[in-house]
């Protein structure tokens, strides 16, 4: 069964970066897009991006663009996110999804357990 | 970007109950539709794929319609497991969330 494991809390200060993983098990790590969502109390659910982890293609939000790099290594099966110039609205959970499929071909998405991230002076 | 506008933002309701969510798109979304149930604390859970796709593991009690930009979940023998909040979720990118409607207890 596909399971996606992520990395544990962070405290970052204003102006720091973070990055956070997302190791992917039980299918094939090169055949699904890997997405980014973050959730905050404000915002809800908010898209961030995706990477392609077959060809480490990137398509970015474009609210993120500048500040936000996604990358993949396939020889652990894992995908980063890595968030830059950290302020204090980007106190979130972080949630990598796998946009896979169902045996009829129907896309089916699969989540991690989240990652809390959070900007403090 | 897709809109996805869900409804009601919050309902109560008694354990048996039958209740319908709606979610409708600013455009046809086709059948990249998702529907999930988040907890307090806990990442979303996927209920519906592809509209009406019911995922493994998940009570029948939950099903899922509609077609084009307006889309339905229902939640049918409402039991007290079921209290909680649900989003939909467009699949094209970049993906689009519901704000959410919350299911009380009445």
């Known amino acids: 069964q596909v399971q996606l494991v992520q990395s544990g809390a962070e405290v970052k200060k204003p102006g720091a970066s973070v990055r956070v993983s997302c190791k992917a098990s039980?299918?094939?790590?090169?055949?699904?897009?890997m997405h980014w969502v973050r959730q905050a109390p404000v915002e809800g659910l908010e898209w961030m991006g995706t990477i392609n982890p077959s060809t480490g293609g990137t398509n970015y939000a474009q609210k993120f663009k500048g500040r936000v790099t996604m990358t993949r290594d396939t020889s652990t099966s894992t995908v980063y996110m890595e968030l830059s110039t950290l302020r204090s609205e980007d106190t979130a959970v972080y949630y990598c999804?796998?946009?896979?499929?169902?045996?009829?071909?129907?896309?089916?998405?699969?989540w991690g357990q989240g990652t809390l991230v959070t900007v403090s002076s | 970007d897709i809109q996805m506008t869900q409804s009601p933002p919050s309902l109560s309701a008694s354990v048996g109950d039958r209740v319908t969510i709606t979610c409708r798109a600013s455009q046809t979304v086709g059948d990249y539709l998702n529907w999930y149930q988040q907890k307090a604390g806990k990442a979303p859970k996927l209920l519906i794929y592809?509209?009406?796709n019911l995922q493994s593991g998940v009570s029948s009690r939950f099903s899922g319609g509609g077609s084009g930009s307006n889309f339905t979940l229902t939640i049918s023998n409402l039991q007290l497991e079921d209290f909680a909040t649900y989003f939909c979720?467009?699949?094209?990118?970049?993906?689009?969330f519901g704000q959410g409607t919350t299911v009380e207890l009445k």
């Open positions: 999804v796998s946009s896979g499929y169902d045996t009829s071909g129907y896309p089916v998405p699969y």
């Open positions: 592809a509209v009406s």
């Open positions: 979720q467009q699949g094209y990118t970049p993906w689009t």
């Open positions: 039980g299918y094939t790590f090169t055949t699904y897009y």
